[in-house]
């Protein structure tokens, strides 16, 4: 009589539970519901024991899965989320935890998975959601651009971003500044590369216009004709510009002032110091 009187109070905190998640689900935002629900679903979802038959706290949450448009996700890992831990046939593994996501976080989410990890401390296995994917490019760093040196507008980023205050000692404040200085650096190159690009397609039209122009007519007034050279040396610095970029892009040059951040070097570097290393020194009798 006392048990009976236990699962009735334990299925109606179950269905009040699911009740409060019914009026929350009725919002149209994305909703993930994720933990230890206490209850199995299907045959596949246990080990061990007695065997699985439906009870009210299965047909609960499926029935609310189903009313409010909720599914589970792939998940990577051990199968069984909680152990009974016995030893033979009383020992039981059951999938407890799980993760439920409406419609509309798995339409947001970019990457939707599920992964148990490792039961260790406890008889449940951790359950982590993995919701977004984290794009590597493979830059772990950023170098500094020769090309930088042909523009003023590069001298008054590092002096501008050198003046700002940065909390920390001295070596995290120089640490700091050059990272900052550094990334800036960057981000104005990206910009400014591009733009070089369009616009030596657009030199290019426009010198093309002109020397049609002058083939046409033999020749070309003053203002004409000053223009034209004037977008033939803009040209030149443009085409100067992403000459400087690509060598550099093709390690020509750093090869050449023979790079100590490649595998060739670092070989050539450790084969001298091994050969100079003094290992045991010997007397004149051996």
């Known amino acids: 009589m006392i048990s009976t009187v236990y699962a009735s109070k334990e299925t109606m905190k179950r269905r009040y539970l699911w009740e409060f998640f019914q009026e929350a689900s009725n919002r149209d935002i994305p909703f993930i519901v994720k933990g230890d629900f206490n ?60 993760c439920i996501l409406n419609s509309l976080a798995i339409n947001k989410i970019q990457i939707t998975l599920v992964r148990h990890l490792a039961r260790v401390a406890l008889d449940h296995c951790p359950i982590v959601l993995k919701m977004f994917e984290l794009v590597c490019k493979g830059r772990s760093g950023i170098k500094f651009e020769d090309a930088w040196l042909s523009f003023k507008t590069a001298e008054y980023i590092v002096s501008s971003r050198w003046k700002r205050p940065f909390l920390g000692d001295d070596m995290e404040v120089l640490n700091k500044k050059c990272k900052r200085t550094l990334k800036d650096l960057f981000y104005w190159s990206k910009a400014r590369l591009k733009n070089f690009s369009l616009e030596k397609d657009k030199l290019k039209a426009e010198i093309l216009v002109l020397q049609e122009e002058e083939s046409r007519l033999r020749w070309l007034n003053e203002d004409k004709l000053c223009l034209l050279k004037a977008k033939v040396k803009e040209l030149k610095v443009v085409l100067n510009y992403l000459n400087t970029w690509w060598r550099q892009r093709a390690k020509a040059k750093w090869i050449k002032n023979s790079d100590a951040n490649t595998k060739f070097f670092h070989s050539f570097a450790n084969f001298r110091r091994n050969v100079n290393w003094i290992s045991q020194v010997k007397d004149p009798n051996g």
């Not at 209850?39 to 409010?68: H, P, T, V, W, Y």
């Not at 909720?70 to 935890?97: A, M, Q």
């Open 39 to 98: 209850c199995i679903l299907a045959q596949e979802d246990k080990k061990g024991g007695r065997r699985f038959k439906n009870n009210q706290g299965s047909l609960d949450m499926l029935k609310f899965m189903n009313e409010n448009d909720y599914h589970e996700v792939e998940f990577v890992g051990p199968r069984y989320t909680w152990c009974y831990n016995k030893s033979g046939g009383e020992r039981i593994l059951e999938r407890l935890d799980r």
